[in-house]
């Protein structure tokens, strides 16, 4: 009696726990995907901690004002250069270029580089940009 009962149990919970997931399953699929912005920055031996520095204490606190998602960062030596790649997470190409623009014209960020390329020199050399989308078949869908 007490292991029919335990197997009825588990069955029930089983149910309503996938019952409960379904409505999620179909909203998440008729939700458009997110995209995903890749940005590559080459940075230079002599002055990275002062890059490093921007980026952490001044670039992300303004990136936030404006709704950027960082959603990881990266430092890397690729063909004899060191790089700094970070990962964003964007609703849609339009927010993307929205927020894109309204951080470039930002005045404190403008004085911010103009500040610390004085005081360092050039913190940035080549910038490679790529926007991602997920394709439907991508083993993992955190990225939807």
Do not use: C
Not at 11 to 39: D, F, G, K, W, Y
Not at 40 to 63: C, G, L, V
Not at 97 to 126: C, N, P, S, Y
């Amino acid at each position: 009696m007490a292991k029919e009962f335990l197997r009825t149990t588990v069955l029930a919970l089983a149910a309503v726990l996938l019952l409960a997931t379904v409505p999620q399953l179909a909203s998440a699929a008729e939700q458009p995907r997110v995209i995903h912005q890749l940005r590559i920055y080459q940075i230079f031996e002599n002055n990275k901690q002062a890059f490093h520095e921007r980026f952490r204490d001044h670039a992300m606190r303004i990136m936030a004002k404006y709704d950027f998602k960082i959603v990881a960062q990266w430092e890397t030596r690729h063909e004899e250069r060191t790089e700094f790649v970070y990962l964003l997470q964007w609703p849609d190409q339009a927010t993307l270029t929205d927020r894109w623009a309204r951080f470039m014209a930002d005045q404190e960020w403008a004085a911010i580089k103009k500040r610390t390329a004085a005081q360092h020199g050039q913190l940035v050399g080549d910038i490679e940009d790529r926007v991602l989308t997920v394709q439907d078949y991508s083993p993992t869908q955190v990225f939807q």
